[in-house]
């Protein structure tokens, strides 16, 4: 199972560089396990609240998170979760929905729990980081 964590580590590394995130984020998330989230294009670290919900995520899944992020849209504050399925046979797939602007997520509805669901979003690069653009 580690050696699968790595490789999924590994995996969302080659991720974050073909979304040219800033560099400082992938060295972050590289060197500390530590994510960014991308609100408007700006990069913020994770608050507590955040954080455990990643956490919650994870251990629920066993995927892993790579980046976040925040939008707001008319049914509530939206947390979308980039990340690396534990299916390896499944990343180049998800590889390539995320070179088209569409990767598989989950997205989580902070306002509303129940609203939550994995699904395919677009997104485009900015600023060194990410918008959620549907």
């Given at each position: ?16 560089v073909s ?20 609100l ?69 509805n ?12 677009r ?12």
């Amino acid at each position: 199972m580690n050696n699968l964590k790595e490789k999924m580590k590994q995996e969302a590394i080659g991720r974050m560089v073909s979304l040219n995130l800033h560099p400082k984020a992938i060295n972050e998330f590289k060197d500390e396990g530590k994510l960014n989230m991308s609100l408007e294009g700006f990069l913020y670290w994770l608050n507590e609240e955040q954080t455990q919900r990643v956490k919650k995520f994870e251990e629920e899944t066993k995927c892993l998170v790579y980046h976040v992020i925040q939008n707001h849209m008319t049914i509530g504050q939206m947390l979308t979760f980039l990340y690396v399925s534990n299916v390896e046979e499944e990343w180049e797939m998800e590889r390539n929905a995320l070179e088209v602007g569409l990767p598989i997520a989950y997205v989580v509805n902070v306002d509303h729990d129940i609203c939550s669901e994995f699904g395919t979003v677009r997104i485009q690069k900015h600023l060194g980081g990410l918008l959620r653009t549907e």
